[in-house]
């Protein structure tokens, strides 16, 4: 492509459709992210049904370009994804996330979890388990209180491969959830071959679990199914009274959502627990 100075595309661009141009703009400017710190994480509170404490938070990347704007991580994971500036971008993350985790555990949240999502290709890399063990030597974090969150598709592709990485991951001691739970297209019979530790229902059948029968019937299922798997649970996108209600009462144990909190900026969070434990 040819470029008008300053990054500025001018040649071409009236070729482009604004979807393309977006893309381009938005590619660049990920280039730079990194060395720009422009990224940051925020932390959503995952929280216990019974007792109602906070156990862990869940980091999620938020991006404020070069105008000053966010971006959704809807917009650019996936673009970071198909350019491979995802691994640099994920090792910041989980780097950012255990420093972080480390210092609320030596503010005395010493049992707070950290979850962090990770991309299909991390997940995939042969040096992942090399990456983990130097970040968690570096940041002092424990390897039981990490939760890696990885998606349906990332065990389907490859499932011997994905068995083998859950397996020398586990052995570190970190945990797994499968994110996004339902959405996909995951075997049942392969669920057992895996060692994971957290089933994550997804946003979207919690929506309407007390509205609509068929993803009621879906809430409870995997519910069920984690139960008899022996795994956790965890209902994401819990925002209403009425979804909380159908999930306790069907035995979900562990819930995210607005209903309880937003993802809330690293220096609001020890207000939270604060709060939330006390
Ligand atoms: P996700 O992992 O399924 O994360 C949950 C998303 O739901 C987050 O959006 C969160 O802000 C939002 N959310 C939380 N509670 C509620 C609720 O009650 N209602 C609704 N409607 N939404 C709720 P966010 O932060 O925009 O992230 C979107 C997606 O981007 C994430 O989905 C995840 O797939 C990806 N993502 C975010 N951070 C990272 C990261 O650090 N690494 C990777 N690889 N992906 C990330
Ligand atoms: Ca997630
Ligand atoms: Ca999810
Ligand atoms: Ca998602």
Redesign the pocket.
């Known amino acids: 492509a040819k470029q008008a100075g300053q990054g500025n595309i001018r040649f071409f661009s009236h070729d482009l459709t604004e979807q393309a141009r977006r893309r381009r703009t938005l590619e660049e400017g990920l280039h730079r992210a990194l060395e720009r710190e422009e990224f940051f994480l925020c932390y959503?509170p995952q929280l216990d049904l019974h007792g109602g404490a906070t156990v862990g938070m869940e980091?999620?990347?938020r991006w404020r370009g070069p105008d000053g704007q966010l971006v959704?991580?809807?917009e650019f994971?996936p673009l970071a994804e198909q350019t491979g500036q995802?691994l640099a971008i994920?090792q910041w993350?989980l780097r950012q996330a255990c420093r972080q985790g480390r210092a609320w555990h030596d503010a005395g949240f010493s049992t707070l979890q950290m979850a962090?999502?990770?991309?299909p290709c991390q997940f995939l890399q042969d040096n992942l388990p090399q990456l983990l063990d130097q970040v968690l030597l570096e940041t002092g974090f424990p390897a039981h209180c990490l939760e890696l969150?990885i998606t349906e598709g990332v065990l389907m592709h490859d499932p011997v491969r994905a068995a083998r990485m859950l397996a020398v991951l586990r052995e570190m001691g970190v945990g797994f959830s499968v994110?996004?739970f339902g959405t996909g297209y995951s075997s049942l019979a392969y669920l057992k071959r895996f060692q994971l530790d957290r089933l994550k229902i997804d946003?979207s059948f919690v929506r309407d679990c007390c509205h609509d029968r068929q993803d009621g019937a879906i809430v409870d299922a995997i519910i069920s199914l984690a139960r008899n798997l022996g795994l956790d649970v965890i209902a994401?996108?819990?925002?209403t009274a009425s979804q909380l209600d159908f999930l306790r009462a069907q035995g979900c144990g562990l819930v995210?959502?607005?209903?309880f909190s937003?993802?809330l900026p690293a220096s609001e969070v020890t207000g939270w627990l604060t709060s939330s434990i006390a």
């Open positions: 959503q980091a999620l990347i959704a991580p809807m994971i995802i994920g993350v962090v999502n990770l991309s969150e994110d996004d946003r994401e996108g819990v925002e995210q959502g607005y209903l937003p993802p």
